[in-house]
């Protein structure tokens, strides 16, 4: 059976939510790909989705632009669960995470983590966000 490549986005959501229980036992963050329409009763929150990117293998590695959004009640706290993001998504492209359909290789930061009010701000000024872009690199899982 020929090998395809794997769902970047729920492999590094799965690798994000690993790492920041493992290495900040952040048993407290939710980890989503798409916003829910109930975020504001999911403090801490981080979205990481794949923002874009391209296979530079069709067969063997895909490379994405991932986006995280990284939101919580103070500024303090949103800006700690950002940086904690990062090394946390760094960590697991450097240990090679994998959940046995594909696997994390490679890791480079684009902007951020910076903070952005948006226009949650106007309407919610409790709100705190911090967004981030990386570069992740996945690949099948072997064997």
Same mark, same amino acid.
Request: charged share 25%; proline share 4%; hydrophobic share 40%.
């Given at each position: 059976?020929?090998?395809?490549?794997?769902?970047?986005?729920?492999?590094?959501?799965?690798?994000?939510?690993?790492?920041?229980?493992? #290495?900040?036992?952040? @048993?407290?963050?939710? =980890?989503?790909?798409?916003?829910?329409? #109930?975020?504001?009763?999911?403090?801490?929150?981080?979205?990481?989705?794949?923002?874009?990117? @391209?296979?530079?293998?069709?067969?063997?590695? #895909?490379?994405? =632009?991932?986006?995280?959004?990284?939101?919580?009640?103070?500024?303090?706290?949103?800006?700690?669960?950002?940086?904690? =993001?990062?090394?946390?998504?760094?960590?697991?492209?450097?240990?090679?995470?994998?959940?046995?359909?594909?696997?994390?290789?490679?890791?480079?930061?684009? @902007?951020?983590?910076?903070?952005?009010?948006?226009?949650?701000?106007?309407?919610?000024?409790?709100?705190?966000?911090?967004?981030?872009?990386?570069?992740?690199?996945?690949?099948?899982?072997?064997?």
């Amino acid at each position: 059976m020929a090998m395809i490549l794997p769902d970047s986005e729920s492999l590094a959501r799965d690798a994000l939510e690993h790492h920041l229980i493992r #290495d900040f036992n952040r @048993t407290d963050a939710s =980890v989503r790909v798409i916003m829910p329409n #109930d975020w504001i009763k999911l403090f801490p929150l981080v979205t990481i989705r794949k923002s874009s990117g @391209t296979a530079r293998n069709a067969r063997y590695l #895909d490379s994405g =632009v991932f986006t995280v959004h990284c939101l919580a009640g103070s500024r303090k706290e949103a800006s700690l669960l950002a940086r904690q =993001v990062r090394r946390a998504l760094a960590d697991a492209c450097l240990e090679r995470y994998s959940d046995g359909e594909g696997a994390l290789t490679y890791f480079k930061e684009i @902007t951020g983590p910076l903070y952005s009010s948006g226009d949650t701000q106007l309407n919610h000024p409790d709100v705190h966000r911090f967004v981030a872009s990386y570069i992740l690199y996945s690949h099948p899982a072997s064997g």
